[in-house]
């Protein structure tokens, strides 16, 4: 069992930044792939970013491509999301999620095995 827990999000101007912080528990956390979704109301939840075991390759929604950045600490059992020059319609709830398993298919919601309950972003105008 994994246990995923997220925090960081808030209320922030356009144009701001935040960080999103998932920490995990409960299972080797360098040995699974870590991912990042949101989901805005009325909308269905969708892929941000993902990262692999090692840290060594990472992937994005062409969305965030040069605005937001995935990494991770394995030492911390953490992973993390940095937001810059965030925009109104990024307002979410952010999720992270475990794949304990390789995919070809970083973005996709069902090659994930653990999700934490979510923490909200939102970015006035």
């Known amino acids: 069992q994994v246990q995923l827990v997220e925090s960081g999000g808030g209320l922030v101007q356009a144009g701001g930044s935040l960080r999103l912080s998932c920490v995990a528990s409960?299972?080797?956390?360098?040995?699974?792939?870590m991912g990042w979704f949101c989901q805005a109301p009325g909308k269905e939840r969708e892929f941000v970013a993902a990262i692999i075991w090692s840290g060594d390759k990472t992937y994005y929604v062409d969305s965030v491509k040069g605005r937001f950045t995935i990494s991770r600490d394995n030492a911390k059992n953490t992973v993390y999301l940095q937001m810059n020059s965030l925009k109104p319609e990024d307002t979410a709830v952010y999720y992270c999620a475990a794949a304990l398993r390789w995919t070809a298919d970083w973005g996709a919601r069902s090659d994930y095995d653990y999700w934490g309950q979510g923490t909200q972003v939102t970015v006035s105008s």
């Open positions: 409960g299972r080797t956390f360098s040995s699974y792939g």
